[in-house]
């Protein structure tokens, strides 16, 4: 089963790639224009009502991992890895699982986090 389409947000060294669902835009536009404010307001009230849905959960640790919240994001791509795997569309031409993309989010984190030490 598909569920959403997953969205590069900008270049290949962002924290996580911002996910858009089918029937909403899950605050994929507010994440890549940066107003990472309002995208974390939409991506909370939609988590009230589809609480666990993988493209809400991803989107939501991108904008924690891009505001220095590490250890919140790092706990959303955990829970993602805990559900079941759900292809994502990452282009017209493209898919990847949700665990894949959470685990390229925890690497990234590792990585930002490892460079700052």
């Not at 389409?5 to 507010?30: E, H």
């Not at 940066?34 to 993988?54: F, N, V």
């Amino acid at each position: 089963m598909r569920f959403g389409l997953v969205i590069l947000a900008a270049a290949p060294l962002v924290a996580a790639f911002p996910a858009q669902a089918q029937d909403s835009a899950v605050a994929s536009t507010q994440i890549v224009q940066g107003d990472y404010a309002a995208a974390e307001s939409k991506l909370l009230a939609e988590l009230r009502i589809y609480p666990g849905r993988p493209e809400l959960l991803l989107n939501l640790a991108a904008v924690y991992a891009k505001t220095g919240r590490a250890s919140e994001a790092r706990a959303l791509y955990t829970k993602v890895l805990s559900k079941d795997d759900v292809l994502m569309d990452i282009s017209a031409e493209q898919t990847a699982g949700s665990h894949m993309i959470a685990q390229r989010g925890l690497r990234r984190l590792d990585t930002v986090q490892f460079s700052a030490r």
